[in-house]
C-alpha cells in the first residue's frame, strides 16, 4: 500500500516555464515532508523540506506548498531550467521515526 | 569529508553467486540504511541500523543480509543472487540530531544478476 501518492509520473516543460508535482498522504501523524532531487547515475539528495506548521516554505526557484486539511503538499519550481531535467521524489515521516515513506518518482525533463 | 562511499559502482553476477555491497560514511552518523531502486519502483528500504550493533528489516528484506559493522560501516549481502536483485542499491546515512530528518545518499551500485 502506497501511504504516499506522488503524480505525475513524468513531466515535460519548457524552459522558463512552471513545473509542478504533486504528492498525497494518508496518515495524519506525519510531520515532516522532504522533496528529494536525483540527477541520472548519482544518488538522491535533499532539495527542500517543510512541516505542517507552515504552508509555504520557499528556497530560490524552489517551493512547498502545503495543504493539511487535503493531505497534500507539491512542490512548484519556477522559471524552470534545462538544469533542473531530473527525478524527483517526495517523501514523509513521523517525528524522529528514521525511516521515509517515499513516493514512486517525477521524472521531469525541461525543454531549451 | 567523502560523505558516504559505495563499493563496488558496478556488479554483473550469475544467478546463485554471493557478494557484499560495501558502504561507509565519514560523518559520524549514528542511522545508515540500505535502499534499492527499480523503475517505476521509487525506493524501497531493505534494511536499516539506528545505530551500531542493531540492524532492522524493513519494506523488501527477502533474499539479504547486513551487517553494521562499526558506526561507519553498514554492508549488504547477497547470499545466493536472483535476477530478481538486479536492481541500482544505496546506501544513505542520517545525522544524529538531524532537524530536518535529511539522509545523505552514496553513488549506488548497478547490480545485474544474469
Same mark, same amino acid.
Given at each position: #500500500? @502506497?501511504?504516499?501518492?506522488?503524480? *505525475?509520473?513524468? $513531466? /515535460? ?5 512552471? +513545473? ?16 528529494? #532531487? @536525483?540527477?541520472?547515475?548519482?544518488? *538522491?539528495?535533499? $532539495? /527542500? ?5 507552515? +504552508? ?27 538544469g533542473d531535467s531530473a527525478t524527483y521524489f517526495c517523501a514523509a515521516s513521523v517525528g524522529n521515526n528514521r525511516k521515509l ?12 | ?56 528489516k524493513g519494506e523488501v528484506p527477502n533474499g539479504y543480509n547486513v551487517s553494521r559493522l562499526n558506526k561507519r560501516e553498514f ?40
Amino acid at each position: #500500500q @502506497q501511504q504516499v501518492k506522488q503524480s *505525475p509520473q513524468s $513531466l /515535460i516543460v519548457q524552459k522558463g516555464g512552471i +513545473s509542478i508535482i504533486n504528492c498525497a498522504y494518508e496518515n495524519t501523524a506525519f510531520d515532516y515532508f522532504p522533496w528529494y #532531487q @536525483q540527477f541520472p547515475g548519482k544518488g *538522491p539528495a535533499l $532539495l /527542500i523540506a517543510i512541516r505542517p506548521d507552515v +504552508s509555504e516554505k520557499k528556497e530560490g526557484r524552489f517551493t512547498i506548498s502545503f495543504n493539511k486539511s487535503a493531505k497534500q503538499f507539491s512542490l512548484h519550481i519556477m522559471d524552470s531550467q534545462p538544469g533542473d531535467s531530473a527525478t524527483y521524489f517526495c517523501a514523509a515521516s513521523v517525528g524522529n521515526n528514521r525511516k521515509l515513506i517515499w513516493g514512486l518518482g517525477t521524472s521531469l525533463a525541461v525543454n531549451p | 569529508n567523502a560523505g558516504v562511499t559505495q563499493t563496488p559502482k558496478f556488479q554483473v553476477l550469475k544467478t546463485g553467486q554471493s557478494m557484499t555491497l560495501q558502504c561507509a560514511q565519514d560523518m559520524n552518523h549514528n542511522s545508515m540504511y540500505w535502499y534499492r531502486q527499480d523503475p517505476g519502483m521509487g525506493l524501497r528500504l531493505i534494511y536499516y541500523s539506528a545505530s551500531e550493533g542493531t540492524t532492522d528489516k524493513g519494506e523488501v528484506p527477502n533474499g539479504y543480509n547486513v551487517s553494521r559493522l562499526n558506526k561507519r560501516e553498514f554492508s549488504l549481502r547477497l547470499e545466493s543472487a536472483a535476477p530478481s536483485q538486479t536492481s541500482v542499491y544505496f546506501c544513505a546515512s542520517r545525522a544524529p540530531d538531524s532537524a530536518f530528518n535529511e539522509q545523505f545518499f552514496g553513488p549506488g551500485t548497478r547490480l545485474t544478476v544474469l
